[in-house]
């Protein structure tokens, strides 16, 4: 596991990037922003299914290299690990825009296996992913 700067601010999620909104150039590695939808199944009170998308911003601070930031695209099945920073801000017109991010420590890039595991492109562990969540308490 990635070393956090502050434990109670650590968060890892794992998912697919769906928009690239700033992809740094070749010769400037600058600031990268896409937004990674995370996939949760859950399993309500009534035994019914059911599946959550929730769209995480990220943000790949200017001077981050990962290895494998070519491998960030569209599609891409990630997972982050870093930690939340508030990126709002007031315009002049006194509305509020941005919120929270996910300030990327580390990226480690995933497939999915035939088997249902995930394996890490990049060292070749295999591992399971708990995607789903029991809210029969709730």
């Known amino acids: 596991m990635a070393k956090a ?18 992809n740094p150039s070749e010769k400037n590695f600058g600031e990268m922003r896409f937004r990674l939808i995370n996939h949760r199944s859950f399993e309500k009170k009534d035994g019914t299914k059911g599946t959550e998308d929730t769209p995480v911003p990220v943000l790949v601070k200017k001077g981050r290299r990962f290895a494998k930031q070519e491998a960030i695209k569209v599609g891409a099945f990630l ?12 315009d002049e017109a006194g509305a509020w825009h941005g919120g929270l991010e996910v300030n990327a420590d580390s990226i480690e890039v995933l497939k999915k296996r035939e088997d249902g595991k995930v394996e890490n492109v990049e060292t070749g ?3 399971e992913i708990e995607n789903t969540v029991d809210v029969s308490e709730q």
Do not use: M, P, T, W
């Open 5 to 22: 700067k502050n434990y109670s601010n650590f968060v890892e999620v794992v998912g697919n990037v769906a928009v690239i909104y700033q």
């Open 79 to 90: 997972r982050i690990k870093g930690h939340l920073e508030d990126n709002s801000y007031k």
């Open 125 to 127: 562990q295999v591992e």
